[in-house]
């Protein structure tokens, strides 16, 4: 300590915070804070006996926990949460692979990106709930405009961070790549698509959370089961217990898929970055 009062400046550095932080439990308890914080402050909102926020409004933990207990007796939460991530996870491999596909096309050629890019640009202003109609008038109430809606949502972020990455390219990269033979798909599998891999994951992880709102649009207008239903089901019903355990399992599952995802962009990385 100095005899000033004045922290050396080596004790300022920021190395010192990124040391702190690189400690895995010490961002396990930074994390845990604020929803620490949430859960107590909804505590004390709905104090049995003498709640702040009334139960109709607001119901307590206890009763959010009830519901769910309930309905994993009845067989509901598991089903539901089960359709909810099939939904999410075809959805979302459709529409990433799709947007893959039409990111490289106009990332890589001027002919496409001018025939394609406003199109796609057009169908990307259009809201989400305004696709819902017509998908169940082509497809019916089946699984088919759940799946199809969902992709859409995925499509537009992988889409745009491809085809922008792509056209960044290092160029000397790819003719390096030409002059072991690569061309054509082999040149976009091994040289140029591992090249934008930051770039790519950004977007699956963005076209992951998308599919999840897409999901919720989806169920909340045509589903008899999921956790979109769920929430529909508590609005009818009036039941905010269940509208509110729908929110949270949906929180999770988000957090959840997006962290594995998460290990797998590392693994990636580390094996073709």
């Keep these: 300590m100095s005899t000033t009062g004045i922290e050396p400046a080596s004790a300022l550095e920021p190395g010192a915070d990124r040391s702190v932080l690189s400690r895995r439990g010490v961002r396990v308890a930074l994390g845990a804070v604020v929803p620490v914080a949430l859960i107590v402050v909804w505590y004390l909102l709905t104090i049995p ?16 926990f009830q519901s769910a207990v309930t ?9 539901f949460v089960a359709i909810s991530i099939q939904r999410v996870v075809l959805g979302f491999l459709a529409g990433a692979l799709l947007g893959i596909a039409c990111g490289g096309l ?16 057009v169908v990307r202003a259009v809201p989400s709930l305004a696709w819902v109609p017509l998908l169940l008038v082509w497809f019916g109430m089946g699984e088919e405009s759940k799946i199809i809606l ?10 745009t961070t491809v085809s922008l990455a792509l056209r960044h390219v290092d160029p000397h990269l790819v003719e390096l790549g030409r002059s072991f033979g690569f061309g054509g798909l082999r040149l976009f599998f091994t040289v140029q698509l591992p090249a934008v891999l930051p770039a790519l994951f950004s977007g699956l992880r963005l076209a992951l959370v998308q599919a999840w709102l897409f999901l919720v649009a989806a169920e909340l207008l045509g589903a008899s089961m ?6 529909s089901r508590g609005q009818t019903t009036g039941r905010i217990d269940q509208i509110l355990l729908a929110i949270i399992l949906l929180a999770v599952l988000g957090k959840l898929t997006d962290s594995a995802l998460a ?6 990385i580390r094996r073709w970055g």
């Design 49 to 64: 006996g003498d709640p702040i926020v009334p139960p109709y409004k607001f119901p307590s933990i206890e009763s959010v």
């Design 71 to 79: 309905l994993a007796e009845r067989g509901e939460l598991g089903q």
């Design 106 to 121: 106009i990332g890589l050629s001027r002919l496409w990106d001018t025939a394609l890019s406003p199109s796609l640009g």
């Design 150 to 159: 969902i992709a859409i949502g995925a499509f537009f972020p992988v889409f």
């Design 226 to 231: 999921g956790l979109g239903f769920l929430l």
């Design 263 to 268: 290990l797998v962009q590392k693994w990636a």
